[in-house]
């Protein structure tokens, strides 16, 4: 790594080590290519020792804007990935907010040559269940909004936890008539209907399992990709109960 992707490492563990947060003004020249911004990802999880038990982290986020961007991809520190969990408050955050979306489980291996050749037609036959999910997403950042896109990902694409619900067999779904309910304390439930951003939350196979086998490793079965959100990010505050019900295939409630 560069001295610069040294010095960007040590902050962020530092940042996340102390429970505290990181002005991105001194950083913001850092990094010049998702490669490096990978690389930072990586080295944080080693220095912390998120995967120390597991080759292959066992959950990741992943996503993008549209079909047309490019997609980014981030595994989830083992801790932070709870099932059925309802309670979040033994985990500090700063500026949390909620995500609405759909988890995906791999029902078999997956090696690299088969994730070179996969395709978005193709990648859905890996896939043996599907849930509910709520990303917490929380920054080591100060200031989200003014934080360039490749300081984000390397804090994990600005992950907290994640909250997953029943998984449920794994099936065609008209995505685009797919309701999606989610409130957040005594919020207005916020309802959205086929607003998933790649249309099709499978769409992102191809390209998510080409990044986790980049280096080599088989990704097995049983991994989990939660795989972006249906209603942005709704802010919410510590203590905040938040639910998210996708009808026909599940909910799940927890509290911040």
């Known amino acids: 790594m560069t001295p610069s992707q ?6 962020l563990v530092a940042a996340r080590s102390g429970n505290r947060t990181l002005d991105a003004s001194p950083w913001t020249d850092a990094l010049a290519t998702l490669a490096q911004a990978y690389e930072v990802q990586d080295a944080v999880a080693a220095a912390l020792g998120w995967f120390d038990a597991q080759p292959v982290p066992g959950a990741w986020k992943s996503g993008g804007a549209s079909r047309s961007a490019t997609l980014t991809h981030a595994p989830l520190p083992p801790a932070g990935v ?5 309670d979040f408050s033994d985990l500090v955050f700063h500026t949390p907010g909620i995500e609405a979306e759909i988890a995906l489980r791999l029902g078999q291996d997956v090696t690299p040559a088969q994730a070179a050749q996969l395709t978005p037609e193709t990648a859905a036959s890996l ?5 509910v999910s709520v990303e917490i997403v ?5 200031d989200l909004a003014a934080t360039p896109a490749l300081l984000r990902l390397a804090d994990s694409q600005v992950h907290g936890a994640l909250a997953v619900g029943d998984w449920v067999p794994y099936a065609a779904v008209d995505w685009a008539s797919q309701r ?4 957040v ?5 916020v309802v959205r209907e086929g607003t998933h951003p790649l249309a099709d939350p499978a769409w ?11 280096h080599g490793q ?12 249906w209603v942005g990010i709704l802010p919410c505050r510590r203590g905040d109960q938040v639910s998210a019900a996708f009808p026909g295939i599940g909910s799940v409630r927890l509290s911040v």
Do not use: F, Y
């Open 218 to 229: 088989t990704v097995p079965k049983g991994t989990v990709v939660t795989t972006g959100s």
């Open 82 to 86: 709870r099932q059925n969990a309802s």
């Open 6 to 11: 040294t010095a960007l490492t040590d902050a």
């Open 127 to 131: 896939i043996d269940a599907m849930a």
């Open 204 to 214: 992102l196979l191809p390209t998510w399992l080409r990044h986790v086998t980049r």
């Open 180 to 183: 999606c309910e989610a409130k």
């Open 138 to 142: 929380d920054a080591r950042w100060q």
């Open 185 to 189: 304390g005594s919020a207005e439930t």
